[in-house]
């Protein structure tokens, strides 16, 4: 068999969420819904923040990087995972395995930092509303989503890399519905001490402090809003926020459960089970989170159906 980056091993067997044969037509149904919900929720954010001027601010253009990585990262788990459910064995090569994991990493990654731009956004709006203009101007915005998509592409190659020094054996069969880092490290035949730590490390930067920006960032907007004396300018400012808290917790609450502890803690169902809220469920919920508590969005909604009617 030929070596794969030094791996005997050239293809890998995912064995999905259950191997149970009475779930596997009523769970490819439900995944299947779900991308698609998916998939049209954010397009349609897409297109209306695209169509509609009065969205051409700082938030939607946040909002707009954050839909379009929600999609690719579906895109790049749901449709292998729906395999699943449909055939006996679900093969996946060496190469598209890596692969799927570096898409994967990088779209993960890239949404920390993009969510945590996003606290800055409401931080600024709410605390310092006649800087807001001059703080948040489309160059300084271009430049914090380009950050945001530099850090996705530096921690996906460290970690890309570090599973590429690994040798796969004889076992191949990934106890996950898509190659992730820990079901990989599971597989491997050498030390996977340093892979260990260099997740813990990473993942640590990439999840506490996001995470610790954000705190910050709502712990002057709170202290903000509650020296507001008008009822209906405190009210605007906690709906303003609160999509973005229900996304962000769910989010780095997940994720944390996920990658920061050891290997051995816990199991990979446990595992399986807090990924499908960052690689399913979260993808599907932002843009109807974003949408049905937004006023601008469902007036570009009525404004581009009213034209395409007309």
Same mark, same amino acid.
């Given at each position: 068999?030929?070596?794969?980056?030094?791996?005997v091993?050239?293809?890998?067997?995912?064995?999905?969420?259950?191997?149970?044969?009475?779930?596997?037509?009523?769970?490819?149904?439900?995944?299947?819904?779900?991308?698609?919900?998916?998939?049209?929720g954010?397009?349609?954010?897409?297109?209306?923040?695209?169509?509609n001027?009065?969205?051409?601010?700082?938030?939607?253009?946040?909002?707009?990087?954050?839909?379009?990585?929600?999609?690719?990262?579906?895109?790049?788990?749901?449709?292998?995972?729906?395999?699943?459910?449909?055939?006996?064995?679900?093969?996946?090569?060496?190469?598209?395995?890596?692969?799927?994991?570096?898409?994967?990493?990088?779209?993960?990654?890239?949404?920390?930092?993009?969510?945590?731009?996003?606290?800055?956004?409401?931080?600024?709006?709410?605390?310092?509303?006649l800087?807001?203009?001059?703080?948040m101007?489309?160059?300084?915005?271009?430049?914090?989503?380009?950050?945001?998509?530099?850090? /996705?592409?530096?921690?996906? #190659? %460290?970690? *890309?890399?570090? @599973?590429?020094?690994?040798?796969?054996?004889?076992?191949?069969?990934? $106890?996950?519905?898509?190659?992730?880092?820990?079901?990989?490290?599971?597989?491997?035949?050498?030390?996977?001490?340093?892979?260990?730590?260099?997740?813990?490390?990473?993942?640590?930067?990439?999840?506490?402090?996001?995470?610790?920006?954000?705190f910050?960032s709502?712990g002057?907007?709170?202290?903000?809003?509650?020296?507001?004396?008008?009822?209906?300018?405190?009210?605007?400012?906690?709906?303003t926020?609160?999509?973005?808290i229900?996304?962000?917790?769910?989010?780095?609450?997940?994720?944390?459960?996920?990658?920061?502890?050891?290997?051995?803690?816990?199991?990979?169902?446990? /595992?399986?089970?807090?990924? #499908? %809220?960052? *690689?399913?469920? @979260?993808?599907?919920?932002?843009?109807?989170?974003?949408?049905?508590? $937004?006023?601008?969005?469902?007036?570009?909604?009525?404004?581009t159906?009213?034209?395409?009617?007309?």
């Amino acid at each position: 068999m030929a070596l794969a980056n030094g791996s005997v091993v050239t293809e890998f067997i995912l064995l999905g969420l259950t191997d149970q044969p009475d779930l596997q037509v009523p769970l490819f149904l439900v995944f299947l819904v779900m991308y698609m919900i998916t998939a049209l929720g954010n397009l349609a954010l897409i297109i209306l923040i695209v169509l509609n001027s009065h969205l051409h601010t700082p938030m939607y253009f946040f909002l707009f990087n954050l839909s379009v990585v929600d999609f690719c990262n579906s895109s790049v788990i749901i449709p292998k995972m729906l395999m699943n459910f449909i055939l006996k064995k679900n093969f996946i090569s060496y190469v598209e395995c890596m692969t799927q994991f570096y898409l994967f990493a990088f779209c993960v990654i890239s949404e920390c930092f993009i969510l945590t731009t996003m606290a800055y956004d409401r931080y600024v709006a709410i605390c310092n509303p006649l800087l807001y203009n001059i703080v948040m101007s489309p160059k300084v915005c271009y430049y914090l989503m380009l950050a945001s998509y530099l850090m /996705g592409f530096s921690s996906a #190659i %460290i970690h *890309t890399g570090c @599973i590429l020094r690994l040798t796969f054996c004889d076992r191949n069969t990934i $106890n996950h519905y898509f190659c992730d880092f820990l079901p990989l490290l599971q597989l491997s035949c050498t030390s996977t001490y340093v892979n260990e730590i260099e997740v813990l490390i990473l993942a640590g930067k990439d999840i506490i402090v996001p995470t610790a920006v954000i705190f910050i960032s709502y712990g002057f907007i709170l202290s903000s809003i509650f020296q507001m004396k008008s009822t209906e300018g405190m009210s605007k400012a906690f709906s303003t926020c609160s999509s973005h808290i229900i996304a962000v917790s769910l989010f780095f609450g997940s994720g944390a459960f996920t990658y920061l502890k050891p290997s051995s803690a816990g199991t990979m169902n446990n /595992g399986k089970t807090y990924s #499908i %809220i960052y *690689t399913i469920l @979260i993808p599907m919920t932002n843009p109807l989170i974003y949408s049905l508590r $937004n006023k601008d969005v469902k007036l570009a909604l009525r404004k581009t159906l009213r034209k395409k009617i007309l």
